[in-house]
């Protein structure tokens, strides 16, 4: 039905008439009633924002807005959930329910629905998997899981759910890797596999990813027979993965040699493109930074609508932050996949220059570019940036006696207005004239410049360490005394 068609059934004469038509009966039908007392009965079958669609008998499909109807009805849509099939409780694809697929994952990750008609929050909480961002674009939910932990049989070191929309649009676990496993042998049965004691080293890594592959690997077999194989993944990021379908979910299982066992689970539509998204309109990712922009009263100006990575207890800062500015320009990432592009050392540590090098084509094929440069701090070149709503990766060497400063000032200038502002940017020129940092050559690490407050000279960033770290101030004086000069963007 065309839109315009569809818009006039929304206004209270076009719904009265609607609800003249058909009157057969089903199960799964209902009695709607519209604001002007009109009823009919029909069946509801998607609810999007403050919209909904509704099937009569016949067929005929009608999308309306859901405060045209009564009150009862409006409750009955915000505690309606669709079915999956009949429902996924009941026997599926491979003659398996739901909850037989939860009792082998080990985790209540299905309910009666799909995962792409699952709220991400909701099915965050059934897995206790803690907020890690929340955007107007996006939410991710990630967990570092203790040592006990499993899916599949396997230890996770990283569950990430990742939502679009208000709806589930990908799971993401890594078990075995080399930024968390490597070296010595986990806690409990880490220690032996199949009776046989792990050594250190590359040899007792490789034993790991071999034996975390082979327990995903049979579990899947289990449930759903042998494994398909294909390639998935954009550019540098394409491996070879196993794959098992399951009521329009494909389970991917990836063995990448020396690098990480890797399970994603996306919609078999994706997986059937291989994994290729298409590119985001330019026109789109300029309105998401422009809207992005917070211009507070006290004169700061901030990126709002950055996400978060948490990079984990490993080194991997470098491939959070690539993450998180890719993400931001419509780029999909992963940074376990970044660290292999980027050839992160075990533990990790990556180049960040050869990160984006290697991947530069992946990013120029999906419209975006980036730029590097070598040069001191300076307010004007944050701004010309910042105010087009683009973040900007700064290295720096993040000590000790840096983290006490930016700790105490973000903590400090929260909730301050007026005269006390003005005393807190009297109290940072003071602070800052006399600051004396050390350039630890150790502490290497990497940032986003996010914002900056041309009045009080201070720029604010954010580390990939979750959400409490999200916004960060510093001097600019003191910032230089700390930074490695080494500047990088992805922008449009």
Known sequence: MKASRLLSLAS??????????????????????????KSLRAKLIKVEGAQV??????????????????????????EWKPAMAEAATLAADNGVSSEKLNEVIG?????????????????????????????????????????????????????????????????SLVFANKGDSFGAAGAGEEHFIKGKPVPGGIDGFRMLMANDAELI???????????????????ETRTQVQRWDWNGHAFLLSNVEDEYVGLTIQTTEFADK????????????????????????????????????????KGYCAPATVERCMRYLGIPADMYLLAMVGETSIGGGTNTSLLLENIG?????????????????????????????IPIMWGLFSTEEFNDIANRRSEARKELKGTEFASYAAQVKSESETASLPKDTSRSHIVIIIGYNETTNEIAFS?????????????LPEAAQVSQDYFYVIDL
Do not use: H
């Not at 975006?368 to 001191?376: A, G, L, P």
């Open 12 to 37: 209270p004469l076009g719904l009265a008439a609607l609800f003249l038509v058909g009157s057969a009966f089903a199960d799964d039908y209902r009695d709607f009633t519209n604001t002007a007392g």
């Open 53 to 78: 669609t509704i099937q009569l008998e016949s067929g005929q499909e009608f999308t309306i807005a859901a405060n045209t109807l009564s009150a009862a009805d409006q409750t009955f849509i915000k």
């Open 107 to 171: 985790n209540p990750l299905f309910a009666n629905i799909s995962l792409w008609d699952s709220n991400p929050k909701e099915v965050a909480e059934r897995l206790s998997w803690p907020r890690e961002s929340e955007t107007s674009y996006a939410e991710s939910y990630r967990a570092y899981p203790k040592s006990d932990y499993r899916f599949f049989g396997a230890r996770p070191y990283s569950a990430a759910l990742y939502g679009e929309e208000g709806k589930v649009s990908g799971i």
């Open 217 to 235: 690997s049979t579990a899947l077999t289990g449930l759903f027979g042998e494994s398909e194989t294909q390639r998935f993944g954009d550019g």
């Open 274 to 313: 291989k994994g290729r998204t298409s590119r985001v309109p330019e026109s789109i990712i300029r309105q998401r930074a422009k809207d992005g922009i917070e211009q507070r009263e006290n004169g700061d100006i901030i990126l709002s609508n950055l996400p978060m990575v948490d990079q984990g207890p």
């Open 361 to 389: 084509q992946d990013i120029k094929r999906k419209g975006r570019k980036f730029d590097s440069w070598r040069d001191e701090l300076k307010i004007r070149t944050i701004k010309k940036y910042i105010d087009d709503g």
């Open 463 to 475: 580390d990939s360490w979750g959400e409490r770290f999200t916004e960060r101030w510093i001097s």
